[in-house]
């Protein structure tokens, strides 16, 4: 079966320019959760959807960093202005629902570089 | 809050060997989850094994077992005879329950690199 699908899988862009990252959870996953992957800071959450609703936030860096997802499904994590900080994996993955028991299934990332 | 210690960065095991990576956790939440996964360099992120804090026996999936010690708050990651396609990065993670309920984030450690000798 399909696993989380992830796109672009590398992205390049100038520094101030907005980027929009997509993913695709595996079907009939109702949790989605954001992930950022960097050397100096690890593996750290962003957000978190149950459905479409985003009860947290707080993961996010600034208010430069946003996500929405629709329709129970895709979900796309939009950074504005991006700073050179930006530059990192971005690592998207789904659960069954959101119980403890529920392992997070990751996809293969978005390696964004910011020139 | 949550916090992972992986006190290895890097492991070496001969082919067919087995190799305990080391994890131990924090938290205060009444009950959790630990998990393992697994990063070969080509980046996937790869699930390996689940303990519940409340799991009487330790889990076991095919060659990975978890020595899961709750008083010690450790969750120890056992590969039995490595091959050489589990040389990889390894990272523990847990998530918790807090006060109102939610459950949903994963707190990564460091990880381990293992590498598996032939």
């Known amino acids: 079966g399909a696993g989380v699908s992830q796109s672009p899988s590398n992205k390049v862009t100038e520094k101030g320019k907005d980027v929009e990252l997509r993913c695709d959870p595996i079907?009939?996953?109702?949790?989605l959760y954001w992930y950022r992957q960097s050397l100096g800071q690890g593996l750290e959450f962003l957000i978190y959807f149950q459905g479409n609703s985003a009860p947290d936030k707080s993961g996010l860096p600034s208010d430069r960093f946003s996500a929405e997802r629709t329709g129970g499904s895709v979900s796309t994590l939009t950074i504005q202005r991006t700073q050179q900080e930006d530059s990192a994996v971005y690592l998207c993955a789904s659960s069954l629902g959101g119980r403890v028991n529920q392992p997070q299934h990751f996809g293969d990332g978005t390696r964004l570089s910011i020139l | 809050a949550q916090k992972i210690t992986q006190t290895q960065p890097g492991m070496f095991v001969q082919e067919k060997e087995a190799v305990t990576l080391d994890c131990t956790y924090d938290?205060?939440?009444?009950?959790?989850?630990l998990f393992w996964y697994k990063q070969p360099s080509s980046g996937e992120m790869i699930f390996l094994i689940y303990?519940?804090?409340?799991?009487?026996q330790n889990a076991t999936e095919g060659r990975y077992s978890l020595n899961f010690q709750k008083a010690r708050k450790s969750a120890n990651l056992v590969i039995s005879a490595s091959q050489l396609g589990d040389s990889a990065m390894y990272f523990c993670?847990?998530?918790?329950?807090?006060?109102?309920?939610?459950?949903?984030?994963?707190?990564f450690g460091k990880g381990t690199l293992l590498t598996v000798n032939p």
């Open positions: 993670a847990m998530r918790g329950t807090n006060s109102g309920g939610s459950n949903y984030k994963l707190t």
């Open positions: 303990q519940g804090s409340y799991d009487q």
């Open positions: 938290t205060s939440d009444p009950s959790y989850g």
């Open positions: 079907s009939g996953h109702t949790a």
